[in-house]
Each structure stands twice: as structure tokens, then as C-alpha cells.
């Protein structure tokens, strides 16, 4: 299979700040997507991204697919975007592989 | 309805037992995943279905899983003689089509095992 490293594991950030999440792959992928799961279990889907950058408000996403890398980012964050951050990549867009998260914490 | 929907959002049920599990797609998907979610890890992938093409099983962990597709829309997955390390959050997503479209989830089957 493929291999998904998320970084970092945990990160508590004060409301307003901004950060960078990573997601690395260890094989050639022509699906990658983020989700963020809540406090309540739901996961929603942030962006399809399997190459270039796409933005969607406050959040933004690139993928480097030639290196096997996707960069989160997120601007000026809220207590909502308090969360897990999930990386998932596949090959054919049969099976997915997901990363072991990024905990999000943020503080007012 | 205009998400996947999954029931029962809860079930608790005896060691030996055997469950069902359901998934509703959005209208118009073709691809449908499951996943398993242990307390605190990622997702696991269980099974794919792509329209009328045979399944990928792959990630079934077991001969005790089995998942069916009927008419292209509805799933259930069935777990038979459940242990205790079945428990987990067993979710559904279903995508416009396999390959290059994003997929959308359900909310989940939380699945305890006593």
C-alpha cells in the first residue's frame, strides 16, 4: 500500500493564527484529498488536489505531486476549525489511504 | 436526500452476534467506499464499489465481512460472528464516480461489541 505521514500529530494554535499542515506519500497518487473531521465525528471534504493549488476561503491547499507532498494552510483560524486534519491519497481512486491526522486545537 | 445517510447511527450489540449495516449514497453516485475508524486512528478502507463492477475487497480484514450492492444505490455491510475488536466507527462514502472526484461521508455506524 501507501504510505501517509501527516505532521505535525497535534498542534494548538490562539484563534487568529495562521498554520501549515503536511501530508507525505510514498508512491505516485492521481487522487489526494483533506478533510476535516470535527469534534463530532463528521468528516467533510476540504479539497480534491491531486496537483497545483486551490483555495477556498481560509483555507488553502497545495500539492506537489512530482515530490509527493500536500501543504494545508490555514489563515487566520477559528475555534471551529478545531478538528482532525485527515490526508488521503490513492492510486486509481479505488482504494484510499489515509494519514493518522493532524489534531487541531485552537484557543480564543 | 441530499447526503449519505447511515443507520443505525448506534448499535451495541453481544460478542458471536452477527450486524448489518447500512448505506444510503447521494442520488447520482456511482462509487461507494467503506471504512472502518478505530478510537483515535485514521480510516481503514474495506470495500469499493464502482456502478455494476465487481467490488474491490481488498481491505476486508476477514471472510466474517461481507458488503453488498444492490441496484447500484444502497449498501449493507454485514459483519457475522462480531468480536470484540470489531468495534470502531464503520463509515460510507459515496463520489460522483471513481478516480478523480472528491467523496462525501456519511456520519457513521458507531459499532460496540460487548
Known amino acids: 500500500g501507501i504510505q501517509v505521514e501527516q505532521s505535525p500529530p497535534d498542534l494548538i494554535l490562539q484563534e487568529g493564527a495562521n498554520s501549515t499542515l503536511r501530508c507525505n506519500f510514498s508512491d505516485s497518487v492521481n487522487n489526494l484529498q483533506w478533510f476535516h473531521q470535527n469534534p463530532w465525528g463528521q468528516l467533510i471534504n476540504l479539497f480534491y488536489i491531486p496537483s497545483g493549488t486551490k483555495q477556498n476561503g481560509r483555507l488553502s491547499a497545495t500539492t506537489v505531486a512530482t515530490e509527493r507532498y500536500s501543504l494545508l494552510y490555514i489563515s487566520s483560524s477559528q475555534t471551529t476549525d478545531s478538528g482532525v486534519y485527515f490526508c488521503a491519497v490513492s492510486r486509481t481512486g479505488n482504494q484510499f489511504y489515509f494519514g493518522t491526522g493532524t489534531s487541531l486545537t485552537v484557543i480564543p | 436526500g441530499a447526503g449519505v445517510s447511515q443507520s443505525p447511527s448506534n448499535k451495541v450489540t453481544e460478542k458471536g452476534k452477527d450486524v448489518e449495516l447500512r448505506c444510503d449514497p447521494i442520488?447520482?453516485?456511482?462509487?461507494l467506499y467503506w471504512y472502518r475508524q478505530s478510537l483515535g486512528q485514521g480510516l481503514e478502507f474495506l470495500i469499493y464499489?464502482?456502478?455494476?463492477?465487481?467490488?474491490?475487497k481488498s481491505g476486508l480484514p476477514s471472510d466474517r465481512f461481507s458488503a453488498e450492492r444492490t441496484g447500484g444505490s444502497v449498501s449493507t455491510l454485514t459483519i457475522q460472528r462480531t468480536q470484540q475488536e470489531d468495534s470502531a466507527v464503520y463509515l460510507c462514502?459515496?463520489?460522483?464516480?471513481?478516480?478523480?472526484?472528491?467523496?462525501?461521508f456519511g456520519d457513521g455506524t458507531r459499532l460496540s461489541i460487548l
Open positions: 464499489f464502482q456502478g455494476n463492477s465487481a467490488p474491490d
Open positions: 462514502a459515496s463520489s460522483l464516480r471513481a478516480g478523480n472526484q472528491p467523496q462525501h
Open positions: 442520488s447520482g453516485h456511482t462509487a
